[in-house]
T-cell receptor
Framework: EAGVVQSPRYKIIEKKQPVAFWCNPI?????LYWYRQNLGQGPELLIR????????DSQLPKDRFSAERLKGVDSTLKIQPAELGDSAVYLCASSLNAGGGTEAFFGQGTRLTVV | GNSVTQMEGPVTLSEEAFLTINCTYT??????LFWYVQYPGEGLQLLLK?????DKGSNKGFEATYRKETTSFHLEKGSVQVSDSAVYFCALWARSNFGNEKLTFGTGTRLTIIP
């Protein structure tokens, strides 16, 4: 069975340009997460979906970041416009549900470099 | 708020040495605790977990015990191998200040095992 698939793996853009990341979770997983991982740090949650509903977007910088999960399956995270400080690895993860002991499965991430 | 503090790296050990990576946490309520591992070129994957006090999680020779009295979840392995070289993240699942439950990660510990 395929794991969490993310694309692209790498992206280099100039500041002020838009960028989008795509994630296809594991089939049947209702919960989808987007994390940002800065160099030398642990992942930090940006947004969590339960099916197509964003149930926790408290850490998403809404002035420039947006996300959607149409039909409750795959998801897109967008940044517009990108800033130098947005350079990071963006991770997508999914789980069957959001219970405390539920394992989250991570994709390989998209490494974004803003120049 | 919730937080995880783990041993700073990098950690370099010889093959067959004993490993301990310290992890302590601060959280409201009764969190679930996890160790995730990231091998070179791969995504984060769950190594082991414990969902209540005094539980011991174990996998691939690694162990960690949920110690509520010391708020710790130290990772141990009796005899490390070169293939254990990776970055290890301690994490907790608990309710945040915003009322949402989420996974909070430590900063990661890079482990290198030399033959």
């Amino acid at each position: 069975e395929a794991g969490v698939v993310q694309s692209p793996r790498y992206k280099i853009i100039e500041k002020k340009q838009p960028v989008a990341f795509w994630c296809n979770p594991i089939s049947g997983h209702n919960t989808l997460y987007w994390y940002r991982q800065n160099l030398g740090q642990g992942p930090e949650l940006l947004i969590r979906y339960e099916n197509e509903e964003a149930v926790d977007d408290s850490q998403l910088p809404k002035d420039r970041f947006s996300a959607e999960r149409l039909k409750g399956v795959d998801s897109t995270l967008k940044i517009q416009p990108a800033e130098l400080g947005d350079s990071a690895v963006y991770l997508c993860a999914s789980s069957l549900n959001a219970g405390g002991g539920t394992e989250a499965f991570f994709g390989q991430g998209t490494r974004l470099t803003v120049v | 708020g919730n937080s995880v503090t783990q041993m700073e790296g990098p950690v370099t050990l010889s093959e067959e040495a004993f490993l301990t990576i310290n992890c302590t946490y601060t959280a409201t309520g009764y969190p679930s605790l996890f160790w995730y591992v990231q091998y070179p070129g791969e995504g984060l994957q769950l190594l082991l977990k414990a969902t209540k006090a005094d539980d011991k999680g174990s996998n691939k020779g690694f162990e960690a015990t949920y110690r509520k009295e010391t708020t710790s979840f130290h990772l141990e392995k009796g005899s490390v191998q070169v293939s254990d070289s990776a970055v290890y993240f301690c994490a907790l699942w608990a309710r945040s200040n915003f009322g949402n439950e989420k996974l909070t990660f430590g900063t990661g510990t890079r482990l290198t095992i030399i033959p």
